[in-house]
């Protein structure tokens, strides 16, 4: 019978992830918990636990890098689409299943003959768990975990049935936190289907692969608000619907401050202004750029070169989806204090920019 280990406090908890550790590290299988069900799972360089758990996987087995970045070093290729999804729902209950091809010249193909069950058909499934137990453990291993998955999830350390039998032993940290299951993503290209809906909804998922525009200034009171509430305003007109209803014609707009805090209004010249052509900023509250906002984004507009120099500099992976709202790369000056006059320069400014990025902008609505 295999072993089963739970942790009751701190000390024990990291006794058990020191186990784990050492028992993958040897090539041993255990059944762990993620946060949508439980797997049994080996360490994706060792031959002989991947020979072991191709026993179990009928082919087919799920690698668990442990960080998005470490996801994308495996699947360089990886479509728009799939990088969308993968910045938006990972860590979390989602599997994405993307061709084989995306895996080409990733670090997959440094498992070499382990990345049989892995590469050996024609897609690649991955997923990154925000289960912490999977996330300490990782930490002390040289590679990424490959995990072979139950037919329905295992919401429980006792419901593995067969899989458990491979196991050195079982973590068992009580019931998973989600378990309607992992939803699982057929990613073609830019294309996609989801073939298992668990936790998170089809709807979920199709909102995920929206485009997110997001335009940054300063204090996100006044030039970046106006941007926002003015693009909204044009792109619900050019695609004809309601601003409110952008976001299930594939479109989330955005704003936020480098140096901005929560919940300040927007200026009341900004409001008027935008009033003027339609659009609506009393109901706006500032915020900070976070580094969710930035991982989120498709497209990020700053207003000056500085603004996009500050991001950039901090996140210099970013780079290739931040760029300053002018076209020529002009900044756009900050017009608080400077009256109303000086506020009708700033909207005529930011407004020919925008119609310049709503020319450019694919426009394929997914209804």
């Given amino acids: 019978m295999v072993e089963t280990v739970r942790a009751d406090g701190p000390e024990q908890q990291r006794d058990l992830v020191h186990r784990a550790a050492q028992v993958l590290s040897g090539g ?7 946060e949508s069900s439980y797997v049994l799972a080996g360490l994706s360089h060792s031959v002989d636990a991947v020979a072991r758990l191709e ?9 668990l890098p442990r960080s998005v970045d470490e996801a994308f070093d495996f699947l360089p290729d990886l479509s728009r689409t799939g990088k969308k999804l993968a910045r938006r729902c990972w860590p979390g209950p989602v599997i994405l299943a993307a061709e084989s091809g995306a895996a080409k010249g990733g670090l997959a193909e440094s498992l070499g003959r382990n990345s049989a069950g892995l590469l ?4 690649v499934s991955v997923t990154v768990s925000s289960e912490p137990t999977v996330a300490e453990i990782g930490r002390l291993l040289p590679a990424p975990l490959i995990a072979v998955l139950p ?3 295992a919401c429980s350390a006792g419901s593995l049935n067969g899989l458990s039998e491979g196991a050195e032993f079982i973590v068992d940290t009580g019931d998973v936190r989600f378990p309607d299951g992992p939803t699982s993503v057929s990613l073609s290209g830019e294309t996609y289907s989801v073939f298992r809906e668990g936790i998170v909804s089809s709807q979920s998922v199709r909102r995920m692969t929206a485009e997110v525009i997001l335009f940054v200034c300063t204090g996100n009171t006044c030039r970046s608000p106006m941007a926002e509430a003015l693009f909204r305003q044009m792109l619900a007109a050019r695609i004809g619907c309601q601003p409110d209803d952008l976001p299930d ?8 401050g480098i140096a901005a805090s929560y919940g300040s209004p927007a200026s009341a010249e900004s409001e008027t202004l935008v009033a003027e052509r339609g ?3 009393s109901g706006h509250e500032s915020q900070p750029l976070t580094e969710r906002l930035l991982n989120h984004a498709d497209f990020v507009y700053t207003m000056t070169r500085g603004h996009r120099s500050a991001i950039v500099t901090r996140r210099p992976d970013v780079a290739d989806r931040v760029h300053v709202l002018a076209g020529d790369g ?4 900050d017009p608080i204090g400077g009256g109303m006059d000086e506020y009708e320069r700033c909207r005529q400014a930011i ?9 450019e902008l694919p426009l394929s609505d997914p209804t």
């Fill in 28 to 34: 041993g299988l255990i059944v762990l918990p993620t």
């Fill in 55 to 63: 026993e179990f996987s009928q082919g087919s087995m799920t690698l």
């Fill in 279 to 281: 659009a609506d900023l």
């Fill in 120 to 123: 050996g058909g024609s897609r």
């Fill in 151 to 153: 037919e329905s999830p």
């Fill in 249 to 256: 014609h594939g479109f989330f707009i955005s704003s936020a």
């Fill in 330 to 333: 002009s900044d756009i000056p």
């Fill in 351 to 359: 407004e020919q920019h925008l119609n310049r990025i709503l020319a």
